[in-house]
């Protein structure tokens, strides 16, 4: 009898034994099955075949269909997902499920299916376009036609109405179709770009593309360390056409891609040949689409954010990650994996080389190159010569604050604004303040269900959780002692908007955060707009600072530094300074002088000191000196286990137990070190207490074996006591 097992999308980390009946074929490892998982139907993934089991034979359920004829995973993205399960402590069902296309998790097969799209006819082709002048609209679209196929689904997303190409239907100008479009093999049309048009390459550009390309068919990390502005996207771009031409693919991750459209206009613009980006507007369809294409070698280049990383290619040449210090590769729910570390993993089993690129890398990357794992590459020099940036601190002691900002620069703003720049502020609050607060007793707002306050948002009239989501209306009287006079205490970024345009009545102001651009396609727009100079001051949140090149401004402010000089979070420190360095990059452009002031209590701290005065390097040496003194990542290695309540008691006492079980294993030795339980950072969230316990050793691989041996234990603990728990390795948050 052949046992199969089988991974299941629950959250226990083992696999299923089944029966395979004998008139079945024998399933591929990877491939999905259908199966009776208790009083349901499931879709499970093969895991390996077997002559054995330890459940006694009468008792196994047979396979009731195989979805798949061959595995859906290639051999090193397997490998990369059981390594992960593994590391992550993650059941193996949820981290491949997690890896797939949803509709696929559905049970939709793994083929393409027709998608219907408009094309011209034969007729359509040949008529002249100007005939259709009398309809603009169909002389529009026929234009666009006669360049291409259009999908059925896209027609309102460029543009046009399904009413529009049924008129030009009628005069047999166009026609649905439903067969898949053929796309000629991108492999045989690759060619060099001319060298006419081709930039010419400074030294450190040349030295850089030279020796990826030297290793380009071998496991390489590389660490492009290069200013901002200093051509890694052009090094990116020469790497991949060395490798396109030889008929391999590429994987680009970005943070954000709504924030950087400009890198994937220039693939576009680069490379004649399909280029597919994955980013949140993508339908289910589409995205299947996208993953089909990249596993039959159709598609030759994938964008995407951090779950790209999972995309099957036909094959695989290399793999980039652009900004990769930025806080987004980490995924904060649920499976909590680090794409950048696992991209790494995946580019050993491919045996390909890795780009990471940035101006400000992380401080586990530097460490890296240390050790000599990673190799570091750097560009030192803008790759068009700017104006110098003249950083300033203001020091706001004792000065008066309009909604944040002081009187100086203020007056800057206006010196800026009058030479017809933008300027560009920043404040990582969003809302209109973070306390609304009764002036006659001193009660505050507060979320009922978090240890949180609630937001004022007085455009919205709310009050909003930040931590939740919930929301409830603004009171106009103070609910314990009915006073009306409830004051907003501090300054977030929708006040700022409204004092700015009192201040400034006739320049036009845009706001950039999540609260403005949540409705899909407005950031694009908002982006536009800034482009076309239509916005003069643009206000943000760190949003603002991700990967924008906005070639007015000339003024940037940084109005609240000192929030990020004294936080508890060691890694406030570091997340300052990219988000600094990203920010100065920002202010002065090819010909206009750019000026970056910073609003602190500190002047003379010694983060701002080292920073300003000598730049990112000097710092990332100084915050690994300290994080070495101090016995922190990346000198030693965390998990988080965490725990969540209805009463503030169970968690504590479950992760108390668990503190017990790590200090009696045997494997326990002096250098583990254990904090907690204590309270999480934000102690309740939903209704929820939170707590969490801290693990910190020097060896990842003894802090690993630890915690495998120990699992078992938790998890019994962990169902005895009906609690919530979860695991966290390599924890970007606290
Ligand atoms: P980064 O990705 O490091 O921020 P980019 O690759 O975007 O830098 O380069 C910044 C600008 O400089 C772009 O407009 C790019 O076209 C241009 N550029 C890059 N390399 C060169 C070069 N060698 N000579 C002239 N311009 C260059
Ligand atoms: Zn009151
Ligand atoms: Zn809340």
């Known amino acids: 009898m052949l046992i199969v097992k089988i991974a299941l999308p629950i959250p226990l980390n083992r696999t299923f034994d089944y029966c395979l009946a004998m008139n079945m074929p024998h399933p591929a490892i990877g491939a ?10 499931a879709i499970g993934i093969v895991t390996s075949l077997s002559q054995s089991s330890a459940v006694s034979l009468e008792k196994l359920k047979n396979i009731e269909a195989i979805l798949d004829d061959q595995s859906l995973f290639s051999d090193s993205l397997w490998q990369t997902l059981y390594w992960a399960s593994q590391y992550y402590h993650y059941s193996i069902g949820e981290v491949l499920f997690h890896a797939i296309p ?81 796309s000629s093999d991108w492999r045989s049309k690759i060619k060099k770009m001319k060298g006419e048009n081709r930039l010419q390459l400074n030294s450190e550009q040349i030295e850089a593309i030279k020796r990826i390309h030297h290793q380009n068919k071998q496991f390489v990390v590389w660490l492009l360390a290069g200013v901002t502005g200093s051509g890694k996207t052009e090094v990116y771009l020469r790497v991949l056409e060395n490798l396109l031409i030889e008929g391999r693919q590429a994987l680009v991750l970005v943070p954000e891609i709504g924030l950087t459209p400009q890198i994937v206009d220039r ?53 980039v990650i652009d900004e990769e210090h930025d806080g987004s590769y980490k995924q904060q729910e649920g499976w909590c994996y680090q794409a950048r570390d696992l991209a790494v993993f995946r580019a050993k089993k491919e045996n390909i080389p890795i780009v990471m690129g940035s101006a400000t890398p992380a401080l586990e990357t530097l460490r890296n190159v240390e050790l000599g794992k ?46 017809n720049n933008q300027v560009m502020l920043f404040l990582n609050r969003r809302g209109y303040a973070p306390v609304l607060l009764c002036h006659e007793c001193g009660w505050i707002a507060e979320c009922l269900h978090c240890d949180h306050y609630y937001t004022l948002h007085q455009n919205s009239q709310k009050l909003r959780c930040h931590h939740c989501n919930r929301q409830s209306q603004l009171l106009s009287q103070c609910p314990r002692c009915d006073s009306t006079h409830l004051m907003p205490v501090g300054v977030g970024t929708e006040q700022l908007e409204s004092t700015l345009l009192s201040l400034f009545p006739n ?52 109005l609240d ?61 100084e915050a690994l000196e300290e994080r070495k003194k101090a016995l922190l990542p990346p000198y030693t290695y965390h998990i988080i286990i965490r725990s969540q309540d209805n009463d503030n008691e169970q968690a504590p006492i479950f992760l108390q137990r668990v503190r017990d079980i790590f200090e009696s294993d045997s494997l326990k030795d002096t250098d583990l070190w254990v904090m907690g339980p204590v309270p999480a950072l934000f102690s309740k969230r939903n209704g929820r207490f939170q707590w969490q316990l801290l693990l910190q050793h020097p060896s990842r691989k003894q802090l690993q074996q630890l915690v495998n041996r120990c699992n078992p234990l938790l998890l019994s603990l962990a169902l005895n006591q009906k609690i919530r728990w979860s695991l966290d390795v390599d924890p970007t948050e606290s």
Request: hydrophobic share 40%; charged share 20%.
């Open 32 to 41: 999905r099955v259908k199966v009776p998982f208790g009083h349901r139907k």
């Open 561 to 621: 530094v000192d929030g990020a000089l004294f936080s508890s979070d060691f890694r406030a420190a570091e997340r300052f300074s990219q988000l600094y360095i990203q920010v100065a990059g920002r202010a002065g452009r090819a010909k206009k002088a750019g000026e970056i002031f910073l609003q602190t209590h500190h002047p003379e701290h010694p983060l701002l000191q080292t920073l300003l005065g000598k730049g990112y390097d000097a710092f990332a040496k």
């Open 507 to 558: 320049v036009p102001i845009t706001r950039i955060d999540r609260d403005t651009t949540r409705k899909k396609g407005v950031l694009e727009k908002y982006l536009s707009h800034i482009h076309e100079g239509g916005a003069r001051i643009l206000i943000g949140t760190q949003m603002l600072s991700k990967g924008h090149h906005f070639s007015d401004v000339t003024l940037v402010g940084l």
């Open 102 to 182: 949803l509709l696929l998790r559905e049970g939709k097969q793994a083929k393409f299916e027709p998608v219907l799209h408009w094309v011209a006819t034969e007729k359509g082709q040949t008529i002249s376009i100007d005939a259709l002048h009398k309809a603009p609209k169909q002389q529009k679209a026929m234009n666009q036609l006669l360049q291409g196929p259009i999908y059925h689904h896209e027609v309102n997303s460029l543009g046009f109405t399904q009413n529009t190409f049924q008129a030009l239907q009628k005069k047999g100008l166009s026609l649905l179709c439903a067969q898949e479009i053929q």
């Open 267 to 319: 693939f576009r613009e680069r490379f004649d040949v399909p280029i597919d980006v994955l980013h949140s507007g993508l339908n289910h369809k589409q995205r299947l689409s996208v993953w089909l294409k990249a596993r039959s070698g159709e598609v030759a280049i994938v964008i995407g954010t951090r779950s790209a990383l999972f995309t099957p290619f036909a094959q695989l040449g290399i793999i």
């Open 374 to 419: 990673y190799q570091k590459l750097v560009l030192s020099q803008k790759a068009v010569q700017t104006q110098l940036v003249k950083q300033k601190f203001i020091d706001i002691k004792g000065l008066p604050l309009t909604s944040g900002l002081c009187q100086p620069l203020l007056k800057k703003m206006q010196q800026h604004l009058q030479a």
